[in-house]
C-alpha cells in the first residue's frame, strides 16, 4: 500500500444531514459537556469524565494534534453546522483490512431524527470508497435497541454476543462487497485515490483513550 495516513489530512464527507469533518479545538466544550453526562457514558458502556474541564483540554489537543494512525476522528455537524456529536473509526488493521466504526449524537435535541443513522451511511460510503478496508464491525450495547434498528438499516449484520467488562454486547459487521451490492451507484462513481494505510508499520495495538480507557469497550453510543 502506499500513501499517507489519512488521519494527517482535513476531512470534510457531506452526507444527506451530516457533515463529517476532522477534529478542532473549538470542539472542545461540546465535547466535554458529552462525556461528564452519566447518561451518554452509560449508552458507550463506560463511566463519566470526573476531569475539570482545563484538565479535559489538555488530553483534546493533544487529540487534535497528535491523531493515532490507527484512528480517524471526526466531528459531526449538521449541514447548517451544528456541532451535534462524534464518529470514528479506529482500531484500523492493515493487515484484515478492517476497522471498528463508533458514533455518539451527544445533543439530544437530534436524537430520534435520522442524524445517527445518516451519519453511518455517510462514513460507511466513505470507508468503502476512499480505503482499501474491506470490513467494518463495531459493538452495540444488547439493550440498545434504538442503536440496532439503525445499525440494521445501514447494512450491518448481527454476528454473536459478546461479554465483556460487565456488559453485554451485540457483536456487527458490514463487509465491503455487501455495501457495494447495496449501493450499486455509489460504487461505481468511488475514487481510485483510495486512503492507502502504510504497512511499514507494525500491526496496531488497541487504540486507547487516556481518559476512558480502551474506546473498543465502548464503540458506539446512541444513533438514532
Same mark, same amino acid.
Given at each position: ?41 452509560? +449508552?458507550? /458502556?463506560?463511566?463519566?469524565? &470526573?476531569? *475539570?474541564?482545563?484538565?479535559?483540554? !489538555?488530553?483534546?489537543?493533544? #487529540? ?80 440498545? +435497541?434504538? /442503536?440496532?434498528?439503525?445499525? &440494521?438499516? *445501514?447494512?450491518?449484520?448481527?454476528? !454473536?454476543?459478546?461479554?465483556? #467488562? ?59
Amino acid at each position: 500500500m502506499k500513501g499517507e495516513q489519512e488521519a494527517a489530512t482535513e476531512l470534510r464527507i457531506v452526507g444527506n444531514k451530516t457533515v463529517l469533518r476532522t477534529k478542532s479545538m473549538d470542539d472542545a466544550e461540546a465535547d466535554y459537556s458529552w462525556r461528564i453526562d452519566p447518561e451518554l457514558a452509560e +449508552l458507550d /458502556a463506560t463511566r463519566p469524565v &470526573t476531569l *475539570s474541564f482545563s484538565e479535559y483540554l !489538555r488530553y483534546h489537543r493533544d #487529540d487534535v494534534a497528535y491523531p493515532s494512525p490507527w484512528s480517524v476522528r471526526m466531528a459531526i455537524d449538521t449541514d447548517r453546522g451544528q456541532h451535534i456529536g462524534n464518529c470514528m473509526y479506529y482500531d484500523i488493521n492493515i493487515e484484515k483490512l478492517q476497522c471498528e466504526l463508533g458514533i455518539m449524537i451527544g445533543d439530544r435535541n437530534y436524537w430520534s431524527q435520522g442524524y445517527g443513522s445518516d451519519v453511518v451511511k455517510t462514513a460507511l460510503a466513505h470507508i468503502f470508497t476512499t480505503t482499501e478496508l474491506h470490513r467494518v464491525y463495531l459493538h452495540t450495547l444488547s439493550t440498545n +435497541l434504538r /442503536a440496532q434498528k439503525s445499525f &440494521t438499516k *445501514s447494512g450491518f449484520k448481527p454476528i !454473536r454476543d459478546v461479554k465483556r #467488562d460487565g456488559y453485554e454486547f451485540i457483536l456487527m459487521e458490514i463487509w465491503r462487497k455487501e455495501w457495494e451490492a447495496a449501493n450499486p451507484v455509489k460504487t461505481l462513481r468511488q475514487t481510485k485515490n483510495f486512503t492507502a494505510f502504510s504497512t511499514s508499520e507494525t500491526a496496531p495495538q488497541q487504540d486507547t483513550d487516556p481518559l476512558m480507557g480502551s474506546y473498543s469497550k465502548s464503540t458506539q453510543e446512541n444513533p438514532q
